[in-house]
């Protein structure tokens, strides 16, 4: 045995995606925005001076909260800044689950669920989605002091409607966390829930929508209650004075985040269509991405073929997933040649 507790050895820790670094290259395979992030993100960055940085940040991130809160239609008081939604998941198993606290979500979905489970030491009680991804009803009545829904679901897209997970909310006994860092790609969100339950939680992410994935910033959304008790859990300056800076420009830029969007949700629709024609499974999708399963050609030998074209995707070698082929939504460009390329390969 080594140094670290038990369930630290036994975890395998979290594989992020491929960060390749060539030139050339089509990078569909970790769901990043293929437009860049509003102007004023540009102009806060080039105003911000080396002495703004000898001083710690605001530990709230007020100026952002104020912002966030004004898009969300609640009070600064409901929202909570942090480094990436990914921080957000780790704060919620630290402070809800433990060895006789156990997590519960449906499956197949975000992979970090159970490594965060295993770090936590918690039981992960997964859930299968049945072949349309609906709600699985058994979700409630596990016991779990977490639930974790991610709506719209990764990798699949698929999208669980507001009053379906108002209604779980409402049977739940322990903590909701409604993981919506694919939303701003979907036609409604929940963050009209937290008004009503005391056990709601909604995760954002700047990551995709906002196109900020490398300054790492989310936010939660809850009761001013349960802000309270996730702040319990956070470093003290968990989101840097920059982050802050850029995440408040970039999302008091609406209209440009708003365009941004809708160059997605239509380039999403074409890549469907284009991969349902090449015979490509598409469920239909309410996020940056889709999942395409092939039934000619194994899901591993399209993703090795596309490396050696110098394109991108992601390849999960999961139970439910090892046969598909996740697929970020990039340009119009970027998308003509992956379907060219796939064309190629099928044809071969
Ligand atoms: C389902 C889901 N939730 C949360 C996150 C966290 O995003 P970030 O930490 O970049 O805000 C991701 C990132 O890919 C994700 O796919």
Redesign the pocket.
């Known amino acids: 045995m080594g140094y670290f507790r038990e369930n630290v050895e036994r975890a395998k820790g979290y594989e992020p995606g491929f960060q390749p670094k060539q030139k050339d290259m089509i990078k569909l395979n970790?769901?990043e925005n293929p437009y860049p992030p509003s102007p004023n993100v540009t102009k806060v960055l080039a105003e911000i001076s080396a002495e703004q940085l000898r001083r710690y940040p605001d530990p709230l991130g007020n100026k952002f909260r104020r912002a966030a809160a004004e898009v969300n239609d609640v009070e600064p008081g409901y929202i909570m800044c942090c480094n990436?939604?990914?921080?957000l998941?780790s704060m919620a198993f630290r402070a809800f689950c433990d060895q006789n606290r156990p997590v519960a979500y449906p499956v197949p979905?975000?992979s970090?669920y159970p490594v965060l489970a295993t770090l936590q030491n918690c039981e992960a009680i997964e859930i299968p989605f049945d072949d349309e991804f609906n709600l699985p009803p058994r979700l409630v009545g596990t016991g779990a002091a977490l639930t974790i829904v991610?709506n719209p679901n990764?990798p699949t897209g698929s999208f669980i409607s507001v009053e379906e997970i108002a209604s779980l909310a409402d049977e739940l006994e322990g903590g909701l966390l409604i993981?919506e860092?694919?939303v701003d790609f979907a036609e409604e969100n929940c963050a009209r829930l937290v008004r009503d339950f005391d056990n709601v939680i909604i995760?954002r992410?700047?990551?995709?929508g906002y196109s900020l994935?490398g300054i790492?910033?989310?936010y939660a959304i809850a009761k001013p209650e349960l802000i309270a008790g996730l702040m319990k859990v956070k470093d003290s300056y968990n989101v840097d004075a920059i982050a802050i800076a850029v995440a408040t420009a970039a999302i008091r830029d609406q209209q440009y985040f708003k365009e941004n969007v809708e160059k997605v949700k239509r380039d999403r629709q074409h890549l469907t269509e284009q991969l349902r024609a090449l015979k490509f499974d598409v469920p239909t999708s309410h996020g940056n991405f889709v999942l395409a399963k092939n039934n000619n050609c194994k899901a591993s030998e399209i993703y090795d073929k596309l490396v050696q074209r110098n394109i991108y995707v992601r390849f999960f070698d999961l139970p439910g997933l090892g046969d598909k082929l996740r697929i970020t939504v990039g340009t119009a460009k970027q998308n003509d040649r992956l379907i060219a390329a796939l064309k190629e390969i099928l044809s071969n």
């Open positions: 970790t769901n990436g939604g990914d921080e998941l979905t975000y970090l991610c990764a993981d860092a694919y995760l992410s700047l990551s995709k994935a790492r910033f989310g």
